[in-house]
C-alpha cells in the first residue's frame, strides 16, 4: 500500500451532491455493466506511474445503444464497490472509438480510505465533492470525476470531463487499475448514462485560504492565495471589506498596507453566479522599522563557533558552550540617542542549524542581555539580518525549500531562557541601558556538527526626530479639518521648546488637548473623527479657538513644557528619556456626531 504523509482533503463539501443530482433523474442509464475483482488476478502494482500501467485490470464491456435525444455523457455508476485503500485505485473508461479517459485516480494523492459503497461519478466542472475526502469507507453517493496527479495523456488515457467525451453507440469497457500491492476489491455492476448538457452551477463551497495564514505576520509586499474550486473560473477577495473582482491568477499581490491587523476571505465565481465566502482570516503587518544610526565596526568577522563545532562542555541552560564566537568594538552612542533600536549581523558562510544558536549582546557595565536564543527549527543562516524588539517577523518554523531564513528584519527571541543565567537577561533591546563604551556581541552553539562565518555585526540606535503625526483628523461640520502639530520633541531638561499648535479648528470653540502615554489607537469617534491616543488619557486646560465662528481660522495652542511644570502630578511625570506622550485635540461642533470633532495626533519622544 502506499504510504502516508499528509491527507489531503481536496473536497468540495457534500452539500454539492444536491446541486448534481437533479440531472441524474433525468438521464438514462444503461445498465448491465458486469463486475468482477480488482485486479483480476493476484494483488496490484507492477506499473510505473503514471506511463506504465499495471498488469492483471478489471476489465469488463458494456453494449450501449445511445438513447434518443441524448448529446453527451453525464454520469458513470460503479456499483458494489468494495476495496482497500482506495487511494491506489483508477478507474478509465474507453469509448468505442478506443480512445481512453480518466474517470478517478487517487494514486499520489495519499487518501487512505475504503471503497465500500455505490458511486456516481460526473463531470468534473460541476462541484460535486471529491470521493477522496468523504471518509472511509467512501459512502455511497455522488462524487466528482477526479484525476488525482495523473498526467494527461500518459499511457494513452486523457483527463477530460465527462460531458465532453465522444459518445457513440457501440462496446464501452471499464478498467480497474490497483496501481499497489497488497490490496483486493471488486466492482458487482456498472452503468453508464447519458443526456444532455447539465452546465455547472454556481460554486457551492468556500475556497480555502492558504497564505497569508491565520494570525501569520506578514511585511508587504503581501502574496494572497488560496484552493482552487473545479466550478470557478474566477475569484473575489475582499481585504479589509474592499472587494477585488475577476482575479484569475495566484498570488494577489498587494505591495503596500499600513501596519495593524488586516482581514481577507475569498470566493469563487463563474458565469452562473458567486460561490459563498470562505471565514474571515486576520493577518498583522507590523509597523515600519524606526529610523536608527548604525554604528560601524568593520573588524567583525570571525568562526562560529570559534574553533572546531559547537556544544563543546556545554549543558544547556547552566553550562555555556566552551568556544563561542566573541567580538568586542568600541561605540559612542549618537547625540540624543536614547535607546538601542536593532543589532545587524552579516553571516558570509552559511551557519546550519539555527535551533542551536543563541546571540548574546554584553554592555560595557558587564550585563548581558539575550538577543535571540535558539529559535524553532531547523533552518539555516545565510546573509544578513535585523534583530528588533518587535519591529521584525516572528523567526519562521517551517524552512523554505532553501532552508536558509530569509534575510531582513526579526523579532528578538528568548526561546526557554531563563532570564539572569549566567548573567544573561532577557532584556528588551529598547530597555538596555545606553551608554558609551566597549560593546561585546558573543554567539553559542548548543549543539557539533554545524559551522558558520560571521562577516560583520552592528549596533543600531534611535535617530532624534521630531514629533511624528499620524491618525486622520475628522471633517467639521463646516468643512474643517483640525491638525496637530509640534516642532520639537519635549526634554527631560526643557532645554528643547516643545509648544502643541493645532490649526484649522472651527473658530471660536470650546477645545482642549488632551494626551496619553500608553499608545495609539484607531477607534471611531464619529462620523469622520477617529480617537487616536489610547485611555487612560490626560486633559490639559478647557481654551476657546481663536478665528470665526463658522470658518476654519481657528486655533488651541498648549505650551506642553509649562504644563508639565504647572502639573507636577499629571500622567507621565516625572518624564524620563525615551518615554513617549500621543496627544490629540478635542473641540466642539455642535452639528456633529457627539457634537465634538477631533484632530489628528502626534506622537513625542522625550529627549535627554
Known sequence: MTSLSTFVHRGLGLVAAASVLSFAASAQCITGGPGGAIPAAGTGGGGTFPNTLPGSPFTQSLAVTIPGGATVLNSVKLNGVTHTWGGDMQFVLENPAGAKFNVLCGMNT???IDFGGSYTIVDATLGAPSIWGAGSPAPTGTYTQDYGTFTNGAAGISNTPLEQIPISSGTWKLYGYDWVGGDLGAVTSWELCFGTPTGPSAPTTAPTLTAPANGATVIPPVNFTWSTLATATSYDLELDGNVTTGITVQPFVVNTLASGTHNWRVRGVNNVGAGPWAALQPF???????????????AGAGLVPASGTGGTGSTFPTTLPATPYANTYAVTVPAGATQIVNVNFNFTVEHTWVGDIQFVLTDPSGVSHNLVCRPLGNCDLNGAYSIYET????????????????????????????????NIFNTPLGSIPVVSGNWTLTIYDWAGGDVGTLGDWSLCFNTPTGPVSYCTAGT????????ISAANNPSVSAANPCVINVTNVEGAKSGLIFYSITGSSSSAWNASSFLCVKAPTQRTGTQVSTGTAGLCDGTLTLDWNAYQAAFPAALGNPWAAGNKAWAQAWFRDPPAGKSTNLSNAIEMTYVP
Open 110 to 112: 495519499d487518501p487512505n
Open 284 to 298: 498583522d503587518v507590523p509597523a515600519p522599522p524606526p529610523a536608527s544610526t548604525c554604528t560601524t565596526n568593520g
Open 391 to 422: 519591529a521584525g517577523l516572528p523567526w519562521p518554523t517551517v524552512c523554505p525549500a532553501s532552508t536558509d531564513v530569509p534575510t531582513g528584519a526579526y523579532d528578538q527571541f528568548f526561546g526557554t531562557w531563563p532570564t539572569g543565567t549566567n
Open 476 to 483: 467639521t461640520t463646516n468643512g474643517c479639518n483640525a491638525t
